[in-house]
């Protein structure tokens, strides 16, 4: 039996556009109604720090590795922890800007899949900053754990008592982490390169600086990954073409060619 499978692409890559201006609208409508809520999450100091202490010590009872483990390797070096600072600070919504517009130009199926568990992992995540206040590990004092980005360079918070930009007790899912893990997932099943899985260093690289510098707890992106699960598990990627296989053509017996005088 002969397969022929057709050239090319998912399904998804020749599916319809959405309108660009209605998802520029509603993109820019997300990021302002969790910048919103992040703020109404903002204030809660006492529950933040003693949130803190009670990841700190679970993780400990748990025997998840310590956070100061990974923070030492990045201090070897003064360019290795400014490095780290510079991923955290400039990677997050650059990487996932650009993942969303390669998907909507290449894979607009495949967009509006990854807009949905985005959004959907997003809100997850608004809601917990909400109700569960964290302050992050470079917060906390006897831990060894010191503020990278304060003492090297380059930060992105100012003190919390003044930065009106951000909300620092939100630690809680990791969006940092969430965002990279559905980058590489995102990538991976929108392409068929055999190269695909290296996306997957994404997430992990990242997943080693937001722990090194401070800024996130283990658990903090475990949980990220947990909702991450559930959203996708919820918001199904478009369905890819199967192969088109054809039967092989049936064989007919030739015509048997009598022989000029062959019985004569």
């Avoid at 109404?40 to 679970?58: I, K, M």
């Amino acid at each position: 039996m002969n397969v022929r499978t057709e050239p090319g692409e998912e399904a998804g890559a020749r599916a319809s556009r959405p309108p660009i201006a209605r998802e520029l609208l509603l993109v820019a409508g997300l990021f302002l109604v969790y910048k919103f809520g992040r703020q109404l999450a903002a204030g809660h100091t006492g529950e933040a720090f003693r949130n803190a202490h009670h990841v700190w010590d679970f993780e400990r009872w748990a025997r998840l590795p310590s956070e100061l483990d990974v923070q030492s390797l990045l201090l070897h070096g003064d360019g290795l922890v400014k490095a780290a600072n510079v991923y955290y600070a400039t990677v997050h919504f650059p990487a996932t800007i650009a993942f969303l517009v390669w998907l909507y130009v290449r894979r607009p199926a495949h967009y509006v899949w990854a807009r949905r568990v985005l959004a959907a992992v997003t809100g997850a995540a608004l809601v917990g900053h909400l109700f569960f206040p964290l302050a992050p590990p470079r917060m906390l004092t006897g831990t060894g754990l010191i503020d990278t980005a304060r003492i090297y360079g380059p930060s992105v918070y100012g003190p919390p008592q003044t930065d009106h930009l951000s909300n620092q007790f939100a630690a809680m899912p990791s969006l940092h982490f969430g965002w990279a893990l559905m980058l590489a997932i995102g990538m991976i099943v929108a392409t068929r390169s055999r190269w695909r899985w290296l996306w997957l260093l994404h997430p992990a690289l990242t997943l080693l600086v937001i722990v090194g510098t401070a800024n996130h707890y283990w658990l903090d992106a475990i949980v990220a990954g947990a909702l991450l699960g559930l959203a996708l598990a919820f918001v199904r990627p478009p369905r890819t073409r199967t192969p088109e296989v054809l039967p092989e053509p049936e064989k007919t017996a030739e015509p048997v060619k009598e022989l000029v005088g062959a019985g004569r």
